[in-house]
Every structure is written in structure tokens, then in C-alpha cells.
């Protein structure tokens, strides 16, 4: 990697500790784990928020996939919502061939797909993106025989990862990725939490991950058959990316999970559109890695009428499940939000597993990570190929009045208002969902939603096997 890369890397100083689970971590009193504003609704301090158009350079770094003729072979999305041409360079890393270069020229409010990794076969890839300027979002798309995934990528390296769900069953394969983009050697710790406690295999422990590479560790190797698993990454020394692939087949049945990590658990986690459909399942994963035990409200955003909340206590560093099947205040095959919400400053990572009916279009299965806080601006990428469209956008109000939300389209006259959509008006807690229909084709194009107050949203991509199975991610703009 060149001087003028390696200063473009954004190296983020991380205030969180890896209390109560790491080998080597420390105590933190029972307080928050997490840097400033974990406890608030700004995403501002969230690895995917879009860097400000007036930076001089920016970078995302991409990490999760495959290289040909394997389960997650990646397009890379780069969406220019500014009034500037950006150029930059693409390098991509793989576990079997040496660095490969792509420059790259995205126009103006417009978005241009990247294939990083044509001429790499089999191993593992990972991807930096440099920019001549901010403003620009990067996020993956991953495919292979067990349908498609999408993941945003990195804006920023870090020393701690987590993630609040996994699984290494037989017919599973989990693959995490440990990405160094910096010039230096990093040096890792991962440990693991289940159903029976924590889990820090000698082989995990002082991993070294030289500079300008990338280490993938196969979790099934030393954590064995284990349904539900967190994670949890702590760099001792440099700076990483880290993300999970998870690949459950057979192709048919399971479908691949690209999730990308969150850096600093937050006490507020939103997924704006969930439905139960019959036979299928809907189970949300709560990873508390402090010390403190957790109590954790769930609010419950009905289209229609209102749902108690519920309260959940996750004892420190330990995973609890929801499984909102069990849940008699929400109907059946009716669209619903939910937020949790954890008191006291102890900071969690949220995620959901999605699981469709039996013979549904593949793919059937997949895991997301939840929104932590919320945003008034958000940049919706367009969808990609294998995905074929937006069965649905969902925003959830965080705020404890009403908002209102805009949503517009990229073009080269600038942002376009959706014909119809004009300015909607969403009830706290409650979600807003849109489908596709005629004159409002989601996901065609690049779109931007503008709220009066912080929000949560999600875009459900098709064609898959239940909604929520594959999420498209939307990125946080300044």
C-alpha cells in the first residue's frame, strides 16, 4: 500500500474495553461500553456513516467475501450523491494471490458497480476503497450457489468488533475475516459467547495480522456445532476490519450471511420491518459484553393499534434470544418495528435471523445487523444483481414526537422528489412501510429519505424467501 493510501485510512481511536469476555480485557464498573454517544441516537460514531463531501480524501474498506466459484463472490457498490466527480483506486487483498489494483471514476450523483476480484479464484478477498474526496458510500453485494447477501463496508478501521449472532451447527460453515488495511501489524484476540458461556480458543488468541492482508479463521475449526454464537474481536495492538461470513446450505435451504461488525455497542437498536410469516421465524439476538447485567426494553411499532412493550435482562457478557413467534401482541404475517432500547448506559449489539418456509426461493435464511441509533439523512443504494428490486422500505420514528420524511432519487439535476411519496408523517415507535408499485420502483435507482428527526430504516431486497432474509444497507450521511 503507498504513502498516500495509508494516509487516507481511517485510523479511529475506540474508548470501549472488552469487559468481562476478552482475555485480555478490563472492568469498566458496570457503565457504558462504548465511546462517546453510544448511549444517544446519532449514528455519528457508526463504521458505515458516509464522510463528509468536503473531505479531502476518504476510505471503506470491504471485507466478507470470496473469490470465484466461491459462496460470496463480491460487486462492490459506490454510490455519488455529491456534485463532484470522485476517482480513486480499489486495492483488493486475497488469501491466495497477491494485491490487485482498479482505479476507479465515480460520476456525479450517480452509482457505479465494482466486480474487485474477477481474476481471483477461490480463498478469500477483502477490498480498501480510497477516495479523492468524501461523500461517496460503499457497500457489498455477495452471491454464489446459496443465493446473495449485502453488507455495507467499513469507513473506518477499529480495535474492537462484535457480533451478536452465529452459528457453526453441522450443514453451517462460519467464516470470520480479519482485515488489516494499515501499514502495520495487528495483533488479535477473539473469543466467543454461547448458551454455555464464554469460549476463547488458544488458536484465537494472538493472531497476528501483518499489514496490507487479511487472516480467515474457519469458526467451525475450534467452536464446534454451536447454534447461537457471538463474537467478539479485540485488536491488542493496530486496527482491523472484521466480518462474518456465515454459509448455510445446502443450496435450497439456507442462503449466505455477509455481516459486518459493530465497533462499539450501542444502547439503542432498530429493525424497522419484520413480519412473522407462517411456518417461517423471526429471532433477534442480544449480545451484552459488559459487566453490568442489561435491562433492555423492546418496543413493538404496530402499522395499526399499538403492542406493549416487553423487558428483557441480559446478564453480563451473555447472549438472550427473542423469538418473536412467541409474541401474542403481534400478529401474524403483519409488518412490525422494533427497537430495544437498554437502560443504565450499559451498552448491547443486536442482531436478527430470519428463517422462511420450507421450499420458499432461495435464499431461505439470513442474518442482519440491527441500526444502532438513527440518522436524519440516509443514502439508499440501488439494488444489484442477483437482487432484482425492494420488496419494501420501512423508516421507524426514535423520537418521542412524530417526524416526517422525504424521500427523492439520485439524477443529474440533483435529487428528484418519488412522484406520490410527497412528505410522509410516522408516529413514534411506529413504522412506515412502502412497497413497490407502479411509478414507485424501489431500489432502481439510488434514492436519499431526509427526516425531521432521527430514524431507522430498512430495505427488504427480492427475490428471497421471506422479507428480512437479505437487508440492502442504507448509510448514514453527515
Request: contains cysteine; aromatic residues 4%; proline residues 9%.
Amino acid at each position: 500500500m503507498t504513502d498516500a493510501v495509508r494516509r487516507a485510512v481511517l485510523v479511529v481511536g475506540v474508548l470501549a474495553v472488552l469487559v468481562g469476555i476478552a482475555v485480555a480485557g478490563g472492568g469498566n464498573d458496570g457503565g457504558a461500553v462504548g465511546g462517546p454517544g453510544a448511549g444517544g441516537l446519532s449514528s455519528s460514531g457508526s463504521p458505515t456513516r458516509v464522510p463528509t463531501a468536503g473531505a479531502e480524501t476518504s476510505a471503506w474498506f470491504c471485507a466478507g467475501a470470496t473469490g470465484a466459484g466461491g459462496d460470496a463472490q463480491p460487486v462492490m457498490l459506490l454510490t455519488n450523491p455529491t456534485r463532484w466527480t470522485v476517482t480513486g483506486m480499489v486495492t483488493t487483498v486475497s488469501s491466495v494471490g497477491a494485491p490487485t489494483p482498479t482505479p476507479v471514476t465515480v460520476p456525479a450523483r450517480t452509482e457505479i458497480a465494482v466486480a474487485p476480484a474477477p481474476g481471483i479464484t477461490g480463498g478469500s478477498v477483502a477490498s480498501t476503497v480510497v477516495l479523492r474526496g468524501g461523500g461517496v458510500g460503499v457497500t457489498e453485494v455477495v452471491s454464489g450457489p446459496l443465493g446473495f447477501s449485502a453488507a455495507p463496508c467499513a469507513s473506518t478501521t477499529a480495535s474492537h468488533w462484535y457480533f451478536a449472532d452465529a452459528s457453526t451447527v453441522q450443514g453451517d460453515t462460519l467464516s470470520l475475516s480479519l482485515f488489516n488495511p494499515t501499514g502495520t501489524v495487528a495483533v488479535v484476540d477473539v473469543s466467543f459467547v454461547s448458551s454455555t458461556g464464554l469460549v476463547a480458543p488458544p488458536a484465537y488468541q494472538g493472531i497476528d495480522v501483518p499489514g496490507d492482508s487479511m487472516v480467515v479463521e474457519n469458526v467451525g475449526d475450534h467452536v464446534q456445532n454451536d447454534p447461537d454464537l457471538a463474537t467478539a474481536v479485540t485488536a491488542l495492538s493496530g486496527q482491523v476490519v472484521a466480518a462474518e461470513l456465515e454459509s448455510a446450505g445446502p443450496a435450497g435451504s439456507g442462503g449466505p450471511s455477509d455481516v459486518l461488525g459493530a465497533t462499539t455497542p450501542s444502547t439503542t437498536w432498530s429493525f424497522a420491518q419484520n413480519t412473522d410469516v407462517a411456518t417461517g421465524g423471526t429471532v433477534f439476538h442480544v449480545f451484552n459484553p459488559s459487566t453490568a447485567t442489561a435491562r433492555v426494553t423492546v418496543k413493538i411499532g404496530l402499522q395499526q393499534g399499538a403492542a406493549e412493550p416487553l423487558v428483557m435482562r441480559v446478564p453480563a457478557g451473555s447472549v438472550s434470544t427473542l423469538d418473536t413467534r412467541q409474541l401474542t401482541r403481534i400478529p401474524g404475517d403483519t409488518p412490525f418495528a422494533v427497537t430495544f432500547v437498554a437502560g443504565g448506559g450499559v451498552g448491547i449489539v443486536v442482531d436478527r435471523h430470519v428463517s422462511s418456509p420450507a421450499g420458499a426461493p432461495a435464499p431461505e435464511t439470513g442474518d442482519v445487523a440491527g441500526v444502532a441509533g438513527g440518522a436524519v439523512r440516509w443514502l439508499l443504494p440501488s439494488e444489484y444483481p442477483p437482487s432484482t428490486g425492494v420488496s419494501a422500505f420501512a423508516v421507524v420514528d426514535l423520537n418521542p414526537a412524530p417526524v416526517t420524511v422525504r424521500l427523492s432519487v439520485l439524477s443529474q439535476a440533483g435529487l428528484v422528489p418519488v412522484p406520490g411519496f410527497g412528505s410522509r408523517r410516522i408516529r413514534p415507535g411506529a413504522p412506515l412501510i412502502i412497497g413497490a408499485g407502479p411509478g414507485l420502483a424501489l431500489g432502481t435507482v439510488p434514492s436519499e429519505l431526509v427526516a425531521s428527526g432521527p430514524v431507522a430504516v430498512e430495505a427488504d431486497a427480492m427475490p428471497v424467501g421471506s422479507p428480512g432474509v437479505v437487508v440492502s444497507p442504507a448509510l448514514a450521511l453527515p
